[in-house]
């Protein structure tokens, strides 16, 4: 029997275009096919938009133009970006896609024969924004959670789907399955949603005040609620009712959203499905939000993050091993390009790149750049590093489909730091002129050939181009989404003599991106040599300010920390390792030369914005100012 995979992003308004909360959802989602079809499983994976609605009525209204070329707009943006960030989705749905509006009709006319959609007043609070009735137990400070804006109240004749009636079988459902909604909290979550009575859901508007939706089959003066429209994306795109992708890929689905639409997710949609005779989707995963330093994205703060922006900078590889590093799913993460260059320099510059190019570096001068055979048997070291390749092969095939995939990268880097370290302690080079180990450095240099394409493999689904990019330097002419764990997950599969290809760094640090024009801040790393020279907007990426200091204070409970409030223009804190050489009290009023633009750091608890200039006079330290005093800010050049 075939293996199959079904995954679903949430179908994103287009009414804002594309950002990073969006772009991790899709990237969690096309790791996890490439993943699945590493494994050898056939997949299919949706994305789309949701192109009704009032918010979308109320943006195309803005715009001056209409719903439809509205959503046609940025419809095609979420389309032309999903390329851009390697994302492999098999199909995008739109819900003004005909296919789409057949399926909704053809549900719509189906639970309304059978008696579960029936037609009242209604009369309650209704956040525009959601596009949905609120009851007062959900509102916080009687404002809507989402907009912190009171709704206001609506009365109307509507369609309602009898959703209380399929309460108590979805309790004892999710009850009885416990990997239907994941992480916990969030499965807990829906069940303490529960606890309440359900309402029956409105499923419907009338036309006079929304025409942007699909017309009930069997009421034209009304159009579908956007909820209940939206859903079934999921199963129109697999040609619900009929169509071999619905019978081949219903019974494996599992749809991918954020926290923001747990319970339409969680509620509406599984009573939904039951209403229709079908089994429930498989699985739901739920990830939590990213911020800003700013808080939460907004489009009228201008603190959203958009995808393109960065990719130019930082490279897309770098940009998805960010996302995929720092968030843990389930919980919010925090979005700064200052955590995104550190990680970019540390471990794929540095530990990922500095591995590959020792490797081939080493295997050009020993092997004239051909893969050599195994030589004598493995000794100690090969054995510590073996059991880290097999420690990272149980991690990574327990981790990613856990959708754990901070933990599986944690691994592939133990893996990568493993060999490094082991490059250290063998010492190639040492091995080479002495021609008597010549067996012994075939081993050593076949292990680290093995583990750069070990790693490439345990890339793919993360940084398909890196990982295509090391395979075919390594002399493999695969297609990333061509590798197959089965048989490339094994060891020692290199062709002996293939030619390996020495080429460039695969990551350019963030300092030589700056130089093509990119204005970042940099991180060098502390054991980096100083170069002999650097250009003078090398220089001029650091910000030196002469200030003045305000207060010093004692870092409790360390010896070296003094804590500064520098003046410089504005009120800056740092901490500095100087406690040795300056007491508190004599500090004060002296002028200081601060990095003003130093990314923040926290030492011993306590954050430091900056750092200020000393120089080392023998065992003496010395702080560093303008011969004569100058006003408080003045940049140093
Ligand atoms: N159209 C509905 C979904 C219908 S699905 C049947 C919708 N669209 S949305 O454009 O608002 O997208 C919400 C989704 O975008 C979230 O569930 C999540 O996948 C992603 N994100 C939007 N902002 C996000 C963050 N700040 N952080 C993480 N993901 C976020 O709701």
Known sequence: MTKRFYITTPIYYVNAEPHIGHAYTTIVADVMSRFHRLMGYRTHFLTGTDDHGDKI?????????????????????????????????????????????????????????QGDIYFSNYKGLYCVGCERFYTERELVDGKCPDHDKKPVEREEANYFFRMSQYQDWLISYIRENPDFIQPERYRNEVLSFLREPLEDLCISRPIQRLSWGIPLPFDDRYVTYVWFDALINYLSALGYPDGDLFREYWPVSRHLIAKDILKPHGIYWP???????????????????????????????????????????????AFRYFLLREMVFGLDAGFSEE??????????????????????????????????????????????????????????????????????????????????????????????????????????????????????VFLTPFLPDTAEKMLHRLGISKAASDVRFEEDGRWGTLREGAPVDKGEALFPRVDSAQKQGAKRPTVPKKEEKTPDTVPIDTFRTLDLRVGVVKEAHNVPKSQKLLRLIVDIGEERQVVAGIAQWYKPADLVGKQVVLVANLQPAKLMGVESRGMVLAVQDGTALRLIAPAEPVAPGSRVS
Do not use: C
Not at 61 to 89: C, H, M, Q, V
Not at 273 to 286: Q, Y
Not at 364 to 389: H, M, T
């Open 57 to 113: 009525a109320q943006a195309a209204a803005e715009a001056g133009t209409d719903p439809k070329s509205y959503a046609d707009r940025i419809s095609n943006l979420f389309r032309e970006t999903w390329p851009k960030l390697n994302i492999s989705n098999d199909d995008f749905i739109r819900t003004t896609d005909p296919r789409h509006i057949k399926t909704v009709q053809y549900i719509l006319q189906k639970v309304y024969d």
């Open 271 to 317: 009573t939904m499905i039951r209403a229709l005779g079908l089994p429930p989707f498989r699985h739901l995963n739920v990830h939590g939000y990213w911020k800003t330093e700013e808080g939460k994205m907004s489009k009228s703060h201008g603190t959203v993050v958009r995808p393109l922006d960065l990719l130019p900078v930082y490279g897309l590889d």
């Open 339 to 456: 955590a995104l260059v550190q990680r970019l320099n540390a471990d794929l510059a540095n530990d990922l790149g500095n591995l590959f190019s020792r490797t081939l570096a080493m295997t050009a001068k020993y092997f004239q750049g051909k893969v050599p055979p195994f030589g004598s048997d493995p000794d100690e070291n090969d054995r510590a590093l073996l059991a880290q390749r097999d420690q990272t092969t149980v991690d990574f095939l327990e981790e990613v489909p856990r959708f754990a995939f901070h933990k599986a990268l944690i691994s592939i880097w133990a893996l990568i730091n493993a060999a490094n370290k082991y490059i250290d302690q063998v010492g190639p080079w040492q091995l080479f002129k002495d021609p008597g180990k010549a067996d012994r450095l075939r081993t050593v240099m076949r292990n680290l050939l093995e583990v750069n394409r070990l790693t490439a």
